[in-house]
Nanobody, 114 residues
Framework: QVQLVESGGALVQPGGSLSLSCAAS????????MSWYRQAPGNEREFVAR????????NYQDTVKSRFTISSDNAKNTVYLQMSRMKPEDTAVYYC???????WGQGTQVTVSS
């Protein structure tokens, strides 16, 4: 069955960096767009970044565009989110998704605080 497992969430100081990973299984990873979303307490889940199949096209939410980078490794069936110059407002549970399959991971907590 389709499975997405995120990892890498942690407590990080403002201005710091963190990398998230999402290991995928149960489908042809290279054929599907993969996305990262996040949900902060009291807020709705929001789009963060997307990478299209072949990894040549990416999209970002405006607030993260110059700070976050999404990438994928088809050999490892893994999508990554590299986050830099992090801000307290980046604090959220981060989810990866294969949206066209309706698949979501369980989420990983990212906290940005001094």
């Amino acid at each position: 069955q389709v499975q997405l497992v995120e990892s890498g969430g942690a407590l990080v100081q403002p201005g710091g960096s963190l990398s998230l990973s999402c290991a995928a299984s149960g489908f042809t990873f290279s054929a599907f767009a993969m996305s990262w979303y996040r949900q902060a307490p009291g807020n709705e889940r929001e789009f963060v970044a997307r990478i299209l199949p072949a990894g040549e096209i990416t999209n970002y939410q405006d607030t993260v565009k110059s700070r976050f980078t999404i990438s994928s490794d088809n050999a490892k069936n893994t999508v990554y989110l590299q986050m830099s110059r992090m801000k307290p407002e980046d604090t959220a549970v981060y989810y990866c998704s294969a949206e066209s399959l309706g698949a979501w991971g369980q989420g990983t907590q990212v906290t940005v605080s001094s």
